[in-house]
């Protein structure tokens, strides 16, 4: 382990500006396809190479890569790829604290922590995403109705930067540092490390239940009788045919089985490992406005087919999609749009029914929607509060941003969020018009940043 930091220090640059760290031309994409730039990045491996490109320079943070718009990267920023940070500084499995480096993915945590009998009851369905990814982004994970958000489970984090040394952040008050930092899409500087609460894990299997759902009217109700209890709880719903059937799908309620005294706890790992910029290596679209109807259609029969209850690892329980990784490459190079929407309970029926409408009159085809319930507090750019949350797919091309569009006005007219790191497209007037603090956000980021040397792409179409 190597923990050069010293603690609670506000440290001076240690490293001349222009310190030889090789810098690469690289062009990175967005997952989703829909932002590509050649940039110049840089992967620093000591922490006095993170200063290394001096106090005024440009720059972000790049984790795993993972969000679907381009929140790690930009076209005036020197990227500083933080994938060499991925050290585990300290774990305490009598506690369940563990402090590490930024970079460390959650699949680092699952395998050191697990089988000591802890998890991160946060967390986002891919392994290969970074804790700093999980912070800026204050992630959620499969039911943040019972959990909230990652946030929660920081204790504290150690931020670098050029303006301010190091600095050790506690939560504390509204729009300080800490606050800023956790769902501030990496602005506020470089997260070095963080201390995180873990959740005990008995050892046991995940028994996930299966349950029907008729129509996405019924959304509400049967969400609200299973996100109180079980551990992990989401849908899968099939919006591309409409009527009495628009939103017909299944309810995922998984709950911790007490361990089998006979049976040794398997921690699976077994995954395929796309790296971002592998995703749109097809150039032909499989999954397409035509064939929507069918691969929804085909997805439920599947489903119905297998056993109602099934007994699953926790690793295939925290990351379903570990597995099935190859859906999002079927979009092929131009790429998809994840629309996600934390939409207030008493405006989805009516949300519900609009997208009905409006998904036949555009002539999109929906390849996933999926829904879970939250419980928070709105607050700066964070995707949290009350309500539920509605993510929908389809491919990029006119007839998704026909339905983008839409959703663009349905969202702010519903008193909805959007979640600014799944769409690469999302304009600042509709972020600016359905986050009531975006302007606190704004102020209190140029406050603590007044040369504003954190940017990326998100930064600067959203005029941050
Ligand atoms: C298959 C899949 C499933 C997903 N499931 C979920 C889900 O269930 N819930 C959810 O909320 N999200 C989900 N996401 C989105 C994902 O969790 C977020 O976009 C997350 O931020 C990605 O983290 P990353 O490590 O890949 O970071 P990047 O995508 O590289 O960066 C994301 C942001 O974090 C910042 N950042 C990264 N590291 C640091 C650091 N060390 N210091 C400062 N800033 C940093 C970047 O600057 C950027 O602003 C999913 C994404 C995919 C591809």
Redesign the pocket.
């Known amino acids: 382990l190597r923990c050069t930091i010293p603690e609670r220090v506000i440290t001076p640059h240690h490293t001349p500006p222009g310190a030889a760290v090789p810098v690469a031309e690289q062009t990175l994409e967005s997952?989703d396809g829909g932002t590509r730039f050649a940039v110049r990045v840089q992967r620093p491996e000591r922490y006095r190479e993170v200063e290394a490109p001096g106090p005024e320079s440009l720059r972000?943070?790049?984790?795993?890569?993972?969000?679907?718009a381009a929140?790690?990267f930009g076209p005036h920023s020197l990227v500083q790829d933080?994938s060499r940070?991925d050290r585990i500084l300290d774990f305490d499995p009598v506690m369940g604290t563990m402090e590490c480096e930024?970079?460390v993915t959650l699949e680092r945590i699952f395998e050191v922590a697990t089988p000591a009998g802890w998890y991160l009851a946060v967390q986002?369905?891919?392994p290969?995403?970074?804790v700093?990814?999980?912070?800026?982004?204050d992630?959620?994970?499969?039911n943040p109705f019972r959990d909230g958000t990652f946030r929660r489970q920081v204790v504290s984090i150690k931020l670098f930067h050029p303006s301010h040394g190091v600095m050790v952040l506690d939560p504390g008050s509204a729009c300080d540092p800490f606050d800023l930092t956790c769902g501030g899409?990496?602005?506020t500087?470089?997260?070095?490390s963080a201390r995180l609460r873990l959740t005990r894990f008995g050892g046991g299997r995940i028994l996930r239940r299966r349950i029907a759902i008729g129509s996405a009217r019924d959304t509400i109700a049967v969400l609200e009788e299973h996100a109180g209890t079980a551990e992990f709880v989401y849908t899968w719903q099939n919006v591309t045919v409409a009527g009495v059937g628009f939103g017909r799908g299944f309810l995922y309620a998984g709950s911790m089985l007490e361990p089998d005294p006979g049976q040794r706890p398997r921690f699976s790992l077994r995954t395929s490992r796309p790296v971002p910029g592998n995703r749109g290596r097809w150039r032909w679209a499989l999954l397409n406005d035509r064939t929507a109807r069918v691969f929804n259609a085909t997805y439920a029969m599947a489903q119905a087919l297998e056993p109602s209850c099934r007994d699953l690892s926790l690793f295939e329980s925290l990351f379903p999609?570990a597995r099935r990784?190859r859906y999002?490459s079927l979009f092929g190079k131009a790429g998809f749009c994840e629309y996600q929407i934390l939409m207030p309970r008493q405006a989805f029926v009516d949300f519900i029914k609009d997208l009905e409408r409006d998904i036949g009159r555009l002539g999109t085809g929906v390849t996933l929607a999926s829904c879970k319930l939250f419980r928070g507090r709105p607050s700066l750019l964070r995707?949290d509060g009350d309500g539920i949350c509605i993510a929908i797919d389809f491919r990029r091309g006119d007839a998704g941003e026909r339905l983008a569009r839409r959703l663009d006005e349905l969202t702010p007219a519903y008193g909805g969020i959007p979640?600014i790191?799944?769409d690469s497209r999302l304009p600042r007037a509709v972020v600016r018009a359905c986050y009531p603090q975006f302007d606190a956000f704004a102020s209190a980021l140029q406050a603590f940043d007044p040369k504003r040397i954190?940017r990326?792409e998100?930064s600067e179409r959203l005029g941050l």
């Open positions: 997952f972000i943070v790049r984790g795993g890569g993972y969000s679907y929140a790690s933080n940070f930024g970079g986002p369905g891919y290969g995403i970074t700093g990814g999980c912070i800026a982004s992630v959620h994970g499969k899409l990496g602005l500087g470089h997260i070095l999609v990784v999002f995707f979640n790191v799944k954190y990326s998100v």
